[in-house]
């Protein structure tokens, strides 16, 4: 079965920083471009980066380019999210997820359970 | 930046025929594909490149995709459709989403 978990959320204060991963299981990841995508308390849904099956190319949201790294272990067939300067603004719910094929431009067909990241003093 | 307008909201009775739109500058020219997100819980894709149905998706979901809308149909609509939807196409390779559409059923 084809899963992704993500973890990694929890309470940060503004400034601050958090990584999220996401494991993947029952495909090759390796050859999937990845994507995070978020979403803010009632809000809808908002795309923030992406990963190419290599690694060796990486795209972002403007919200986000400059303080959101992404990254992934093809090893240990993990995706990461390094969020640093932390603004009130980046609490949401952050989702991995995978393409129907393997390139970067495709709709998503497997989804995590999502994990939350509150900005807060 | 690209954007994808959704109307906010659209209503149906039981039974009937939904559509939800989605506008963008040329979207005909790119891939259009719809989510369905109930509380709670994950989105779920219904329609991908424009009009294909993943599988286990129901044959009342249907989509197409010119000019500068796309559109979602749901014909026979149920209670159990009823959700929040959301647009998707790719523009410079960053992923571009509609605000959403909840769908009610009345």
């Known amino acids: 079965e084809v899963q992704l978990l993500e973890s990694g959320g929890g309470l940060v204060q503004p400034g601050g920083s958090l990584r999220l991963s996401c494991a993947a299981s029952g495909f090759t990841f390796s050859t999937y471009a990845m994507t995070w995508v978020r979403q803010a308390p009632g809000k809808g849904l908002e795309w923030v980066s992406a990963?190419?099956?290599?690694?060796?190319?990486?795209y972002y949201a403007d919200s986000v380019k400059g303080r959101f790294t992404i990254s992934r272990d093809n090893s240990k067939n993990t995706l990461y999210l390094q969020m640093n300067s932390l603004r009130a603004e980046d609490t949401a719910v952050y989702y991995c997820?995978?393409?129907?094929?393997?390139?970067?431009?495709?709709?998503?067909?497997?989804w995590g359970q999502g994990t939350m990241v509150t900005v807060s003093s | 930046s690209y954007e994808l307008t959704q109307p906010p909201s659209v209503s149906v009775s039981p039974g009937q025929t939904a559509s939800i739109t989605c506008s963008g500058d040329k979207l005909g020219d790119k891939y259009a594909c719809w989510y369905q997100q109930k509380p709670g819980q994950s989105p779920v894709l219904v329609i991908y490149q424009d009009n294909k149905r993943p599988s286990g998706i129901p044959e009342r979901f249907s989509g197409s995709n010119s000019g500068n809308t796309a559109t979602l149909t749901i014909s026979g609509t149920q209670a159990m459709d009823e959700a929040d939807y959301y647009c998707q196409a790719w523009d410079s390779s960053r992923g571009v989403f509609g605000g959403g559409t909840k769908l009610t059923v009345l």
């Open positions: 997820a995978k393409p129907t094929v393997p390139t970067t431009a495709d709709a998503f067909d497997i």
């Open positions: 990963i190419s099956g290599s690694g060796g190319s990486t």
